[in-house]
């Protein structure tokens, strides 16, 4: 475990996996993890990407496994995108190597606003993962409804986000792995929510200022990101977007008994730009 300081003082966390010296990293992959979400779950595929020849720096967002805020809260999305930027100027330091975001889930989304935003730092390329541009299945009213009234009155109210981890993979170990794990504190605020939904509009307004080659990774049973919603999303971008569904895979396809199939897609995406 590793600590950098973002923009506003707080700590973030994150794991670094690296190729052994004197292996020099053929790129550098930046890893954004989701929400009640944390590094550690993902150590497997990130170790598999280091034995690639790549270097993979694994975050935990704020308010989300190690890091600093509040647990489940965020007051303003624009936050996590100085996150990024702070965690890119940290990996620096770290290696020279140059850069490749994958963001899973809401971490997708930070991904994707962010490269809405920064674009005078580019990136080599960037690979989205089950992207929570909208839900599966929409709220009821009513939690809709009180999510708006609350978000004002009370931001910092926290709901059970009810996630079943039964949906996560079909590998039975990582839900009980996700059940027994006092890290993931499975809840949101309505502050956090209004965030949330406000770059889930502002993403695909601003889809057009993205410029790097992109990889999406869908999964056909996802029942917690609506993968139709992010495949229309891709279909609509002016860059380079590759799309490969997995019909079969749930929702954390990369944690799936069978990632090996969607790392081998990464990893030609990743070859295919000569890194």
């Known amino acids: 475990m590793a600590e950098l300081r973002a923009p506003d003082g ?4 994150y794991d670094a996996y690296e190729p052994a010296l004197p292996a020099v990293p053929r790129a550098a992959i930046l890893w954004v993890c989701g929400w ?11 170790e598999a ?4 020849g790549y270097a993979v720096y694994l975050l935990d967002q704020r308010g989300q496994g190690d890091s600093g805020g509040a647990r489940g809260h965020l007051s303003r999305f624009s936050q996590l995108l100085g996150d990024l930027q702070a965690f890119r100027r940290h990996v620096r330091r770290q290696s020279a190597a140059p850069h490749v975001l994958l963001g899973h889930s809401f971490g997708a989304l930070v991904v994707l606003r962010y ?3 920064q674009p005078s730092d ?3 390329g960037a690979v989205l993962s089950a992207p929570w541009l909208a839900t599966a299945v929409p709220l009821p009213f009513w939690k809709r409804l009180a999510g708006r ?9 926290r709901f059970a986000t009810g996630l079943d981890s039964g949906v996560l993979s079909h590998d039975p170990a990582v839900a009980a792995a996700y059940d027994a794990d006092p890290t993931v504190h499975r809840v949101m605020t309505t502050g956090a929510w209004r965030e949330i939904q406000w770059a889930q509009r502002a993403v695909p307004a601003d889809m057009l200022r993205i410029d790097c080659p992109l990889l999406f990774l869908l999964a056909g049973q996802d029942r917690l990101t609506d993968a139709p919603r992010a495949q229309a999303f891709a279909e609509h971008l002016r860059v380079e977007a590759q799309v490969r569904r997995f019909p079969d895979h749930y929702h954390e396809i990369l944690l799936e008994s069978n990632a090996r199939v969607a790392l081998d897609q990464v990893g030609a995406f990743l070859a295919a730009r000569g890194l």
């Open 115 to 117: 490269l809405e935003t």
């Open 149 to 157: 009234v609350l978000a004002d009155l009370w931001p910092t109210a």
């Open 10 to 13: 707080a700590t973030l966390v």
């Open 122 to 124: 580019p990136v080599q």
């Open 49 to 52: 990407l280091r034995d690639a």
């Open 36 to 46: 009640s979400d944390h590094r550690t779950r993902w150590r497997k595929p990130a």
